[in-house]
């Protein structure tokens, strides 16, 4: 596709649930960033990969929180046992090379849980 | 630590110029950016600055102070569809990760 796009657009999860959320970046793109929107706010920065390589996971909230790239193309963010607090808009975003630092966001996936 | 600062809520009237200041104290720094970002949907790239001064595109302009760290978005003849949330965003780190504000959520009106 043109785009970075993600899935699903919505979720709506019962507190104690797994989700898991998917990534597709920019065909080509090296770096991958996930990140996360709470209502109101800038985005926070969760996780970094580059190709399958995960250099950066310092932002990720708990260990309840895992990322993963195995192909180095495809991302997918899992959260385990849902909680409230986890409600948020988690933005995917790619770029080109390490070296280049424009980003490119897919729509993102608002989870919802209750 | 790292901070970015920039209001809150801003509003403008159509045909206006405004301007939505940031302020940065980082531990890395190699550039900033500015995003728009309309309700529910994905933040779009609007700027780069890496060097001060000023870069102008359009009717969007930014400029960047390193020693000060502070950068501001001018937007000139305003239009209803610049009704959007404006982000600040700082590289920084190893990984060039963005830092951002909490953004500013212009609202511009008849």
């Known amino acids: 596709g043109a785009g970075v796009s993600q899935s699903p657009r919505y979720k709506v999860a019962k507190r104690g649930q797994d989700v898991a959320l998917r990534c597709d970046p920019i065909?080509?793109?090296?770096?991958l960033f996930w990140y996360q929107q709470a209502l109101g706010q800038g985005p926070e920065f969760l996780t970094y990969?580059?190709?399958?390589?995960?250099?950066?996971k310092s932002g990720l909230p708990s260990d309840r929180f895992f990322a993963e790239r195995p192909e180095g193309s495809v991302s997918t963010l899992k959260i385990q046992r849902t909680q409230q607090e986890d409600s948020a808009v988690y933005l995917c975003?790619?770029?080109?090379?390490?070296?280049?630092?424009?980003?490119?966001f897919g729509p993102g996936t608002r989870l919802t849980v209750t | 630590g790292q901070n970015i600062d920039q209001p809150t809520e801003m509003t403008a009237t159509e045909g206006a110029i405004v301007q939505i200041n940031c302020t940065y104290q980082?531990?890395?720094?190699?550039?900033l950016f500015w995003y728009q970002q309309h309700a529910g949907e994905a933040p779009t790239f609007l700027s780069y600055?890496?060097?001060?001064g000023l870069e102008e595109k359009g009717r969007f302009s930014s400029f960047l102070s390193r020693s000060k760290g502070y950068s501001y978005l001018l937007l000139k003849e305003l239009q209803m569809k610049d009704s959007a949330s404006y982000l600040c965003?700082?590289?920084?780190?190893?990984?060039?990760?963005?830092?951002f504000g909490t953004g500013t959520l212009l609202a511009v009106q008849p």
């Open positions: 980082t531990s890395g720094f190699n550039g």
């Open positions: 600055n890496v060097l001060d």
């Open positions: 990969f580059q190709n399958e390589a995960q250099l950066d």
């Open positions: 065909s080509g793109h090296v770096s």
């Open positions: 975003a790619s770029s080109f090379g390490q070296a280049e630092y424009e980003q490119y």
């Open positions: 965003a700082v590289v920084g780190g190893a990984t060039n990760k963005l830092i």
